[in-house]
Nanobody
């Protein structure tokens, strides 16, 4: 069992930056694949980014490619999401999710076993 806790959200103007953190407790995090998802009001939760535990390979949604960067520090049991050039459409609750086994479709919610409570990101125009 692993518990996830997100932090780093807040209110920022368009064009600004935020760095989200996802800290894991309960088990060693370095063998978990981790994804970031977000949910805007009235919309379904959508994939943002993913990082594998073994190779560090990263994947991004087209909407954030070139602006967001996912990274991990296994020594700190933490995965980060650096968000630059933020847009109002990036507004939403951001969640991190983790899975210890193989991930067949990294952009699908149901692939992940553990979820954090989320952190709110609001981008004003």
């Amino acid at each position: 069992q692993v518990q996830l806790a997100e932090s780093g959200g807040g209110l920022v103007q368009a064009g600004g930056s935020l760095r989200l953190s996802c800290v894991a407790s309960g088990r060693t995090f370095n063998r978990y694949h981790v994804g970031w998802f977000r949910q805007a009001p009235g919309k379904e939760r959508e994939f943002v980014a993913h990082i594998s535990w073994s190779t560090g390979t990263t994947y991004y949604a087209d909407s954030v490619k070139g602006r967001f960067t996912i990274s991990r520090d296994n020594a700190k049991n933490t995965v980060y999401l650096q968000m630059d050039s933020l847009k109002p459409e990036d507004t939403g609750v951001y969640y991190c999710a983790a899975k210890s086994g193989p991930v067949a479709q990294y952009d699908q919610n149901d692939q992940y076993d553990y979820w954090g409570q989320g952190t709110q990101v609001t981008v004003s125009s």
